[in-house]
């Protein structure tokens, strides 16, 4: 009879502790909707708390937009092009990954072509032979020779230089970038910076997967990228494939602090999640630990 009490009790705290385990893992999945933005918000937090310099930081997912291949940019050289260079039908269309930052960039910008050379290096697919890499600097006052020193970085980066031509790296008139940014739906502001000159951008990060005649196939958030998914979109991209909105959970969220110049990321309901599934194996384990004491136990 000791036995069966002791059995009893023992199942008993097996039960409670598990029920504690999935109040946690509840907890923890509960304030990811609060915390993760929907798309084509990147503030965290209620709406009425968003800075109104912030309101036009946006990206709005145009899928299956054609770009304005007749914009006129400068590459890294100095060689005058449009993006119909690289799309359209030209000798050189493929599929792209098109980023759009700003060169001197003190944060945000850096981190998203170092997410992109990373994710690219575990791609078997090489930039220039089955796509290109597009970036775009959205400052008008950035020119080609501040574009090659971050082609050289970021080719650096990916570690195999003899891919040199599959990357581009573009500036260009404030026409052109108005135009750009707008049928890819990348809002953005002017700040100042820490010297108090407006030469500073407040904006979110995201890539896009382009089909080989300029049409916008796929959004990526944030600035890690899974090199899966890179793969995947640059293999439908290049049979004009267009995809789907970026769910929320894929989401990454960015929070910019006008006060003090900084970025900071804000990965919630993908630490949430993996914070949960923890919760989960670690009760599974327990769990099972006490199944095994309980059957273990020896008849009086």
Known sequence: ???????????????????????????????????????????????????????????????????????????????????????????????????????????????????????????????????????????????????????????????????????????GPQSSIDALTQAVGFGYVKIKGPDGKLDQFAHASAIQIVTPQGRIAQYYMGVEYSPNDMLLGLMEASSNKIGSPVQNILTYCYHYDPTTNTHSLIIARIVQIAGALTVLLLGGFMLMGFKKDLGSGKKV
């Open 1 to 171: 009879m000791r036995q069966a009490s002791t059995k009893r009790r023992t199942a008993e705290s097996a039960g409670r502790a598990f029920a504690l385990l999935v109040a946690c893992v509840l907890a923890c999945m509960l304030p990811a909707g609060a915390q993760v933005s929907s798309i084509g918000e990147k503030q965290m937090g209620p709406e009425n708390e968003k800075p109104p310099l912030l309101s036009k930081v946006t990206i709005e997912q145009h899928l299956n937009q054609q770009l304005p291949l007749g914009l006129p940019f400068v590459d890294e050289t100095g060689k005058a092009v449009t993006l119909g260079s690289y799309f359209g039908g030209s000798a050189a269309s493929k599929p792209a990954i098109l980023a759009l930052v700003y060169y001197n960039c003190p944060m945000l910008c850096s981190e998203e072509m170092q997410g992109v050379a990373s994710a690219l290096r575990m791609v078997h697919l090489t930039p220039g032979r089955d796509f290109n890499v597009i970036v775009v600097s959205i400052d008008p006052t950035e020119g080609p020779a501040l574009a090659a020193a971050k082609k050289t970085i970021y080719l650096k980066q990916y570690g195999k230089p003899e891919t040199a031509a599959g990357w581009h790296f573009l500036t």
